[in-house]
């Protein structure tokens, strides 16, 4: 019985990262076309840093974010990308945290 109440909560929390992942997406993908281009993601970014960041730096940024997350080479992030992205992201910073302890 343990075990069925285990995998359902484990199902839960899949299903709750899921809905936030997809969440943050859709934040990015200002037209809804399920994928984030460089011009979505540099008006987010504008939102978020507003003129603290210069253009070049910005553009720098969406460059170097599509170029890390796109890996079929449309120049664009789909949802899986996305996700893999965000994961990559999360092992990082548990590394990170890891090696400052």
Known sequence: ??????IQLQEAELNEIQSETGFAFRMY????????????????LHM?????????QL???ADRTISEA??????QISFEEFVQAMER???EQ????RFLH
Do not use: P, Q, Y
């Open 48 to 56: 978020m840093v507003g003129a603290n960041i210069s253009e070049e």
């Open 29 to 44: 993908d200002l037209d809804g076309d399920d994928k984030i281009s460089k011009d979505e993601l540099l008006s987010v």
């Open 89 to 91: 992201v999360d092992v």
């Open 1 to 6: 019985m343990g075990s069925r109440a285990s």
């Open 70 to 75: 796109d890996t079929d080479g449309d120049n």
């Open 94 to 97: 548990k590394m990170s945290i």
């Open 59 to 61: 553009g720098s940024i």
